[in-house]
Nanobody, 126 residues
């Protein structure tokens, strides 16, 4: 069992930066591929980024490539999402998720993830 907790959201002007953190409980966190998803009002939850168990592999949706960076520190049981050059369309609730072997084949797909955090709000003003 893994419990996830996000932090670092807030209000920022367009062009600004935020770093989201996802802290996980459990000593087996390094066994899980971890991803970030987001959901804007009236829209479906969408994939943002994911990182492999070792941190050697990363995945991004096209709209955030070159602006967002996902990383992890398994010693601290934490995954980060550094978000630079934020745009108003990045406004959403951001969720951290973790999954086992099932998600490895399709890290961009939400149903493959086993554990989810409660989310943190990111608001980007124009």
């Amino acid at each position: 069992q893994v419990q996830l907790g996000e932090s670092g959201g807030g209000l920022v002007q367009a062009g600004g930066s935020l770093r989201l953190s996802c802290a996980a409980s459990g000593r087996t966190f390094s066994s899980y591929l971890t991803g970030w998803f987001r959901q804007a009002p009236g829209k479906e939850r969408e994939f943002v980024a994911a990182i492999s168990r070792s941190g050697g592999g990363t995945y991004y949706t096209d709209s955030v490539k070159g602006r967002f960076t996902i990383s992890r520190d398994n010693a601290r049981n934490t995954v980060y999402l550094q978000m630079n050059n934020l745009k108003p369309e990045d406004t959403a609730v951001y969720y951290c998720a973790a999954g086992g072997s099932k998600v490895a084949a399709a890290p961009t797909q939400a149903p493959g993830y086993d554990y989810w955090g409660q989310g943190t709000q990111v608001t980007v003003s124009s």
